[in-house]
């Protein structure tokens, strides 16, 4: 009699068939990412995303249903990576700790991630308003998300009495401190590289030293002892 346990493994060659579907899979997602980016959400079709993979439009429509369907999967997933290299900071016992770790593995993930960066926090303008319904109803709330994990950090340093007099809110300081990694990470990923156009002032300071800066300016504004 046969093992029943042995009914639903995998064959050798079904394992080497939905591996070669999970790289093609991951394949068109970052094809399509740098394309999203770079030419603009409507200039880009799933057409032309199988054209630079060399693969027929047909194979692409196996994977997914329509170019919104590829963009969300594309989004959903680089979420979950982000979020991945946030949560682990939370296991440091120190507010302090955990909040400047995350504001490094944020800045770090956008800074190495730059078109996963825009696609995930910057909702393309040519959207119609169907799509960008569909985008907000769909796409992970990394906003939320990340201000909630902040929000968790400050709430502890509340409790510990390590704010200075009038820093209550953690709502508003989590939100606060979010705005401020997320600018710095839009300003390195877009005005980064010099350009002719370039703010000299931008140009003449390094991401190193603007991330510093903030980090020293945010602790020597809420703490009570900026050295704790």
Not at 127 to 145: F, G, I, N
Not at 196 to 203: H, L, V
Request: proline residues 6%.
């Amino acid at each position: 009699m046969d093992n029943p346990t042995n009914q639903n493994t995998p064959t050798p060659s079904e394992l080497r068939r939905e591996r070669e579907r999970a790289e093609l899979t991951e394949r068109i997602m970052n094809v399509a990412r740098d394309m999203f980016v770079n030419d603009g959400y409507e200039a880009v079709t799933l057409r032309k995303i199988a054209k630079a993979i060399e693969y027929s439009p047909a194979a692409i429509y196996q994977y997914f249903k329509d170019k919104q369907d590829l963009i969300l999967a594309i989004i959903r997933r680089d979420y979950q990576d982000l979020r991945e290299h946030l949560v682990e900071c939370l296991k440091m016992e120190s507010p302090l700790e955990r909040s400047i770790e995350m504001a490094y593995r944020y800045v770090a993930w956008g800074r190495t991630h730059p078109n996963h960066y825009r696609l995930l926090m910057v909702p393309h303008p040519a959207w119609t308003d169907a799509q960008s319904r569909a985008w907000a109803q769909d796409a992970p709330p990394l906003e939320r998300d990340a201000l909630a994990l902040l929000k968790t950090i400050v709430e502890d340093a509340i409790r510990r009495d390590m704010l200075k007099e009038g820093y209550s809110d953690a709502a508003a300081i989590a939100a606060t401190l979010w705005a401020g990694l997320h600018g710095l990470v839009l300003l390195e990923i877009t005005m980064g590289t010099p350009t002719p156009y370039t703010t000299p002032a931008i140009d003449s300071s390094t991401f190193d030293n603007r991330f510093n800066m903030m980090i020293h300016i945010f602790k020597e504004g809420l703490l009570k002892n900026s050295d704790q």
